[in-house]
């Protein structure tokens, strides 16, 4: 059941007013699609928090009541502010209920891969979000992936991930979603070079004169 969002119609357009809006805590923002006219809004920055602070998140299915309409929507750009992070715009897409809509949702990992562990493997996902093609009533709000049987070699692929009925990925069936790090560290034995034969005698030779030779310094010139 979608979510009711209370919206305010008849804003005043220009950065000076959507600077004063963002400052009394109203969120500019447009609604459009299905071949509507794109209507400029404002949101309550605590009920849109508070909409969105369901399982779904940012992709939970909206109500907006836009003046005397109402209109299923879903967030489709969440605009936040480069230092401060806070949302300064948000873009509403109107959608159909029982049409086909594509929307990215966020992957989780579940389970123990023990194999992995004892190996000194790590277990990673390689996205953050799968993209998903479904009506509004079946976008889930995650993607579970199991990892528990997988092993030091072993790699998930898009195909590979079983989704809910009426859910179907889109993509490279081929993308690999979830791998194996290594991050045991093999210990090499310190190679030891071996001491050439008859090295050490060159150098003692080298260092201490021969018997009866006189010292280098004591050596008469040749008349």
Known sequence: MPTSLKTKIGRTI???????????????????????????????RRDLRLALAGPAGANTI?????????YPAIVKELQRDPVKRVVRHVDFMQ???????????????????KAVLADGGLVDATVNT???RATAANIPNEILIDVTDMGMEDVIHLSEIQLPAGVTAVGDPDLVVVTVLTTKIEEVAPVVAAAVE???????????????????GDAKPTA
């Open 14 to 44: 220009g950065s000076a007013e959507s600077r004063r809006l963002v400052l009394a805590d109203q969120i500019p923002a447009v609604v459009y699609g299905h071949g509507m006219t794109p209507v400029k809004i404002t949101v309550d």
């Open 62 to 70: 909206l109500e907006l009541e836009v003046g005397d309409a109402k």
């Open 95 to 113: 959608i159909s209920l029982t049409e086909l809509i594509t929307m990215d949702i966020p992957v989780h990992l579940k389970g123990t891969a």
């Open 130 to 132: 799968i993209q998903v």
């Open 198 to 216: 008859g090295e050490a005698g060159a150098a003692a030779d080298g260092a201490t004169p021969a018997a009866g030779a006189a010292p280098a």
